[in-house]
């Protein structure tokens, strides 16, 4: 199984980024979707998930009306699109995966299984 971010990068104030998570060897549609984020010294938040089909999704107050969830199934893809960017959303984003069935999305960290590698994302005030 693989996991694959990218689309980070530096942005000023405001601006927008789009974040890909491509998976790889396993049934993606079967699979929920987090996105996470870390800042060095700190603990890992969960900030953005979506369901197996894409009917379900959930966001952390942080970035809720800022950031959108989607995910392309025919191409074993999850975006986060992140608008109205902040200072306060620099951080290093991780895309994680786990086995979703019904019932309510997981959204702590240790919920799930397979993570990637992280993309960094700076944003300059």
């Known amino acids: 199984w693989q996991l694959v971010e990218s689309g980070g990068g530096l942005v000023q104030s405001g601006g927008s980024l789009r974040l890909s998570c491509v998976a790889s060897?396993?049934?993606?549609?079967?699979?929920?979707i987090g996105w996470f984020r870390q800042v060095p010294g700190k603990k890992r938040e969960g900030i953005s998930y979506?369901?197996?089909?894409?009917?379900?999704?959930n966001y952390a107050d942080s970035v809720k009306g800022r950031f959108t969830i989607s995910r392309d199934n025919t191409e074993n893809t999850v975006y986060l699109q992140m608008n109205s960017l902040k200072s306060e959303d620099t951080a290093v984003y991780y895309c994680?995966?786990?086995?979703?069935?019904?019932?309510?999305?997981?959204?702590?960290?240790?919920?799930?299984?397979?993570w990637g590698q992280g993309t960094p994302v700076t944003v300059s005030s």
């Open positions: 994680a995966a786990e086995y979703y069935a019904y019932g309510s999305l997981p959204r702590l960290e240790n919920e799930y299984t397979y």
């Open positions: 060897g396993f049934n993606f549609d079967a699979y929920a």
């Open positions: 979506i369901s197996g089909v894409g009917d379900v999704t």
